[in-house]
């Protein structure tokens, strides 16, 4: 019963909360000469099943380091293609990159309302009132 009670906003706020990392990044690099701007592709992730297979990391050499599903991103982070590129080959662009931060801000604050709701939701019925 209680697997699915979050339904898709559990995956959702870990999601927001990485991505805001990268658009932090991507901000914070804005006058870095040759930084590529980021950012992780939201609907690429949440459409892939929780009960795909994903390829585990072969370790092929005695000096690899194995990495366990804990240590995982929780999406693949790809390259924003940049509107106006700039001379020196930094791909950020700060209204871009400010618009994105901000929209993730107001997804992730939907997300944990809907989170908020379902959990006063069950204080209410175990408290049977």
Avoid: C, W
């Avoid at 927001?16 to 992730?45: C, H, Q």
């Avoid at 795909?52 to 991103?73: N, R």
């Amino acid at each position: 019963m209680f697997q699915n009670l979050f339904g898709i906003h559990e995956k959702a706020l870990l999601l927001y909360g990485e991505r805001i990392g990268v658009l932090a990044s991507n901000l914070a690099n804005a006058d870095t000469p040759g930084y590529k701007a980021r950012d992780i592709d939201f609907r690429e992730v949440l459409s892939q099943s929780e009960s795909s297979s994903q390829l585990a990391l072969a370790t092929t050499e005695p000096g690899h380091i194995s990495m366990t599903s804990a240590d995982q991103p929780y999406g693949p982070v790809k390259y924003r293609n940049p509107y106006q590129a700039s001379l020196d080959g930094n791909t950020v662009e700060m209204p871009i990159e400010q618009a994105a931060f901000a929209a993730n801000n107001v997804r992730y604050q939907a997300s944990l309302a809907f989170v908020n709701d379902e959990i006063s939701d069950l204080q209410f019925a175990i408290a049977g009132q």
